[in-house]
Protein backbone atom coordinates (compact mmCIF):
# COMPACT_ATOMS: atom_id res chain seq x y z
CA UNK A 1 0.00 0.00 0.00
CA UNK A 2 1.12 3.11 -1.35
CA UNK A 3 2.33 6.24 1.58
CA UNK A 4 -0.24 8.49 -0.09
CA UNK A 5 -3.34 5.46 0.05
CA UNK A 6 -2.48 4.59 3.47
CA UNK A 7 -2.02 8.49 5.08
CA UNK A 8 -5.55 8.97 3.15
CA UNK A 9 -7.24 6.22 4.64
CA UNK A 10 -6.31 7.65 8.18
CA UNK A 11 -7.42 10.58 7.52
CA UNK A 12 -10.99 9.62 5.54
CA UNK A 13 -11.73 7.34 8.12
CA UNK A 14 -12.40 9.59 11.50
CA UNK A 15 -14.16 11.60 9.42
CA UNK A 16 -16.29 8.81 7.81
CA UNK A 17 -16.98 7.27 11.18
CA UNK A 18 -17.54 11.19 13.02
CA UNK A 19 -20.16 12.00 10.31
CA UNK A 20 -22.23 8.05 10.88
CA UNK A 21 -22.24 9.44 14.57
CA UNK A 22 -23.42 12.82 13.64
CA UNK A 23 -26.35 10.91 11.78
CA UNK A 24 -27.96 8.61 14.69
CA UNK A 25 -27.51 11.25 17.12
CA UNK A 26 -29.87 13.70 15.04
CA UNK A 27 -32.07 10.79 14.68
CA UNK A 28 -32.07 9.82 18.24
CA UNK A 29 -32.52 13.21 19.50
CA UNK A 30 -35.30 13.85 16.86
CA UNK A 31 -37.26 10.62 18.25
CA UNK A 32 -36.53 11.88 21.54
CA UNK A 33 -38.37 15.31 20.93
CA UNK A 34 -40.94 13.55 18.78
CA UNK A 35 -42.08 10.93 22.02
CA UNK A 36 -41.31 13.93 24.66
CA UNK A 37 -44.27 16.03 22.32
CA UNK A 38 -46.52 12.85 21.82
CA UNK A 39 -45.94 12.14 25.78
CA UNK A 40 -45.03 8.43 24.36
CA UNK A 41 -41.86 6.28 25.13
CA UNK A 42 -39.00 6.02 23.53
CA UNK A 43 -38.64 2.21 23.78
Known amino acids: MSS ?3 TAY ?3 WPAMASI ?4 LCVGVFR ?4 AKRD ?3 LV
Open 20 to 23: VLAV
Open 4 to 6: LAL
Open 31 to 34: DMRI
Open 39 to 41: GTD
Open 10 to 12: VLI
